[in-house]
Nanobody
Framework: QVQLVESGGGSVQAGGSLRLACTSS????????MGWYRQAPGKQRELVVV???????TYADSVKDRFTISRDNAKNTVYLRMNSLKPEDTAVYLC?????????WGQGTQVTVSS
């Protein structure tokens, strides 16, 4: 199973930026699609963005044009750059990855945006 560790969360004011990182215990050359999801208190987990092994990304409408995902294969890390943050972006952000037919999740990192 792939071990995933997220980092980079924190507290910012509305309009601010953060960059999240998700580092894999396994080489990215052995991993397929990866994604960032988020879960706010009392709400269902929702997709933020998915990136394929070839680098094609699909974003949720709510974050399109504000968030950018990228993969650094040399560091086995996927990044999520979040700009123009809004209070409604407040959530625990989790990354996942497909490998060997199994989906693995990280523990998540908290993002809090104040108005």
């Amino acid at each position: 199973q792939v071990q995933l560790v997220e980092s980079g969360g924190g507290s910012v004011q509305a309009g601010g930026s953060l960059r999240l990182a998700c580092t894999s215990s396994r080489s990215f050359f052995l991993i397929g699609d990866m994604g960032w999801y988020r879960q706010a208190p009392g709400k269902q987990r929702e997709l933020v963005v998915v990136i394929t092994s070839s680098g094609s990304a699909t974003y949720a409408d709510s974050v399109k044009d504000r968030f950018t995902i990228s993969r650094d294969n040399a560091k086995n890390t996927v990044y999520l750059r979040m700009n123009s943050l809004k209070p409604e972006d407040t959530a625990v952000y989790l990354c996942n990855a497909w490998a060997d037919g199994r989906l693995s999740w990280g523990q998540g990192t908290q993002v809090t945006v104040s108005s």
